[in-house]
Structures are given as structure tokens and as C-alpha cells.
């Protein structure tokens, strides 16, 4: 076990907790990678993939559903291919700190 900073605060906690004991911050998942996250969300994005991906399991199933009833209707497939697409901007901008994307907040 090691003793890690937080980066919200400063303190100091195990590298095994999920989160700071002092202001809650939750720990970074490494076990996920940004790179995956972004190509399901470019390749799969209408159907909420990513978002499944990284555990954000109401989005991916709001999204999976707009995504699904978008080929019958025009506004939820437009509404949901913004969606993903805005996804894929906001984890490009974001690659260097992988964190605000795959924490699952």
C-alpha cells in the first residue's frame, strides 16, 4: 500500500481507497482507458457505449434508446448523435486528464 495525494486537496490516502477521506474526491479508475472511451464514443456514441463504459449506466440507457428510436424519428437521432458527438469534443479536450471524463460522478 502507498500513500498518494489527493488532487483536489492535498491530503494524503492509501492508493487503494475510491475515495479521499478528507473532501471525497474520488479516485481516478486507471483500470479504464481514455483512448477506448473515444473511439466508442465516435464509432458507437449513438447507442451510449461509451457511456455504458465507463459506468454511467442511466446515460447509456437513455442514450441506447434515443439512438435505437432514432431511426424512426428524426428529432431523437439527431438529439442523440449531438449528444455523443459533444462526448467525443469534451474527451478530446480532456485527454490530459483522463479523470473528469472516467470518473463515474
Known amino acids: 500500500m502507498t500513500m498518494i495525494y489527493?488532487?483536489?486537496c492535498g491530503a494524503r490516502h492509501s492508493d487503494k481507497a475510491k475515495a479521499c477521506p478528507k473532501c471525497g474526491y474520488?479516485?481516478?479508475?486507471?483500470s479504464k482507458s481514455i483512448v477506448v472511451y473515444l473511439i466508442l464514443a465516435w464509432f458507437l456514441g449513438i447507442f451510449g457505449?461509451?457511456?455504458?463504459?465507463?459506468?454511467?449506466?442511466?446515460q447509456g440507457i437513455?442514450?441506447?434508446?434515443?439512438?435505437t428510436i432514432?431511426?424512426?424519428l428524426i428529432i431523437p437521432g439527431i438529439a442523440v448523435?449531438?449528444?455523443a458527438l459533444?462526448?467525443?469534443i469534451v474527451g478530446i479536450c480532456n485527454i490530459n486528464t483522463p479523470?473528469?471524463?472516467l470518473n463515474n460522478n
Open 99 to 101: 479523470e473528469k471524463i
Open 6 to 8: 489527493c488532487r483536489e
Open 70 to 72: 432514432g431511426w424512426l
Open 81 to 83: 448523435c449531438v449528444w
Open 62 to 67: 437513455v442514450m441506447a434508446i434515443m439512438g
Open 26 to 30: 474520488r479516485t481516478f479508475d486507471a
Open 49 to 58: 457505449i461509451h457511456k455504458f463504459y465507463v459506468g454511467k449506466t442511466n
Open 86 to 88: 459533444v462526448d467525443f
